[in-house]
C-alpha cells in the first residue's frame, strides 16, 4: 500500500475496502466482496496509527491552523503521554526514568492479537513516568510512559 497525494487530498494507492463495519470506536472490519480484514485505529498526541491485518501505517496530525510556507514545523506540546494503539500486552520497556529521548526513538513494545507494535516518542525530552512492566496487560486508554521536554 502506499499513499499518495492527489486531487488535494491523500488517497491509499490500492483500494483496502469498499465497505466498513464499527465494531467499537477503535475496532473496523473492512470489506471488499469476500476479503474481510481487521482494522484498528489508534492514537497519540502526533500521530494517527492504523493497523490493518498485521501492517502498521502512522500519519502525523497536523494543525488546521499549521502554516505550511515556512518549514513546516508546527507548534507541540511540552507533554506526551503514551498509550497502546489497543488492549494487550507489555512485551519490553525500551527506555527508564531519567532518561533523555529524541523524537522518533522506540519507547515500548506492546503485543495485540499476536502482533507486536513499537511505540515511538513523537518529542524529545525527558522519560519521567514508566506505569507498566513488562508482561502486563493494558487497556488502550492506559498512560504508559510519560515525556517531558527539557
Given amino acids: 500500500m502506499e499513499l499518495k497525494y492527489k486531487n488535494d487530498k491523500f488517497e491509499l494507492a490500492e483500494n483496502i ?3 466498513y463495519l464499527s465494531i467499537n470506536d477503535r475496532h473496523y472490519k473492512l470489506s471488499d466482496d469476500d476479503l474481510f480484514r481487521n482494522c484498528f485505529v489508534a492514537e497519540d498526541e502526533k500521530y494517527l496509527y492504523v493497523f490493518i491485518d498485521g501492517q502498521t501505517y502512522h500519519f502525523e496530525k497536523i494543525d488546521e491552523e499549521q502554516d505550511f510556507s515556512g518549514d513546516g514545523a508546527g507548534g507541540s506540546s511540552d507533554r506526551e503521554e503514551v498509550k497502546p494503539p489497543m488492549p494487550g500486552s507489555v512485551v ?6 531519567g532518561q533523555k529521548v ?3 526513538e522506540g519507547l515500548i513494545i506492546v503485543e495485540a492479537m ?3 507494535t513499537t511505540l515511538y516518542a513523537s518529542i524529545a ?3 519521567k513516568e514508566i506505569n507498566v512492566k ?3 496487560q493494558v487497556d488502550a486508554d492506559k498512560k504508559m510512559i510519560i515525556i517531558e521536554k527539557e
Avoid: C, H, Q, T
Fill in 134 to 136: 513488562e508482561s502486563e
Fill in 102 to 104: 529524541e523524537d522518533g
Fill in 125 to 127: 525530552g525527558i522519560i
Fill in 92 to 97: 519490553k520497556v525500551l527506555v527508564e526514568v
Fill in 114 to 116: 499476536k502482533m507486536e
Fill in 17 to 19: 475496502a469498499r465497505k
